[in-house]
């Protein structure tokens, strides 16, 4: 059965400093994987995408996501971080051979100090 | 940048009553999906609709749910008597097709009283 686990409920980066953020899947095809943003009150919002070539995959707001097939993994990273990017971050993977059905976890709440 | 809308952006109902989440995906886009996020929890799938029928739905959408395309533009989620549990943020997302990503509206949070 496909699922995402996002190992850490709740990380603290001081601003400017670097970010990973560990996401895990397991499905049985090639996934289709992506990472969302949320701030609060607000929707979610695509970051980035990976579908298929270069693993190492850019998105908007200077993240960036690879993909480890070895691994199973598709972390997020940033190298300096923000005081806006404090918000909810959610990993998916897409399961194409379910009507295009997401699978979330359980996502990694981001709290970026001075 | 067109966008997933939805309305109303915050809904409060007492049980047993029905309420309708609006929703108008993104004009081009082909598949329509509800999601849903308990208060905490991760977030979770309701139902994907593609050529005016549901194309998968999870065990969450039982017979109290119903969706509907009622013209070219909305898509709406139906509770018919809600229940206390059924208080959460709702998603609305659309897709060009298959493989393509979700594009997310802002939600809409239901409390149900």
């Known amino acids: 059965a496909q699922s995402v686990t996002q190992p850490d409920i709740h990380i603290t980066v001081s601003e400017g400093a670097s970010l990973e953020l560990r996401c895990n899947y397991s499905?049985?095809?090639?996934?289709?994987l992506f990472w969302y943003v949320q701030s609060p009150g607000q929707g979610l919002q695509l970051l980035l995408k990976y579908f298929s070539g270069d693993t190492l995959v850019q998105g908007i707001k200077g993240f960036e996501a690879e993909f480890k097939r070895s691994q199973s993994s598709f972390n997020l990273r940033k190298p300096s971080v923000h005081w806006s990017d404090a918000a909810e971050y959610f990993c998916a993977v897409g399961a194409t051979d379910t009507g295009n059905q997401f699978y979330f976890g359980t996502g990694t709440s981001l709290t970026v100090i001075p | 940048e067109p966008e997933v809308t939805q309305t109303p952006s915050h809904q409060v109902t007492q049980m047993g009553q029905e309420v309708i989440l609006r929703c108008v995906p993104i004009?081009?886009?082909?598949?329509f999906y509800w999601y849903r996020q308990i208060l905490g929890q991760k977030v979770e799938f309701l139902v994907s609709f593609y050529n005016n029928e549901i194309s998968e739905k999870s065990e969450i959408f039982d017979d109290q749910f119903s969706v509907e395309r009622p013209d070219g533009s909305n898509f709406t989620l139906k509770i018919r008597s809600t229940k206390l549990e059924d208080s959460a943020m709702y998603f609305c997302a659309s897709s060009l097709g298959v493989n393509s990503p979700l594009h997310f509206g802002n939600g809409t949070r239901l409390t149900v009283t």
């Open positions: 004009s081009n886009h082909l598949y």
């Open positions: 499905y049985g095809a090639t996934p289709y």
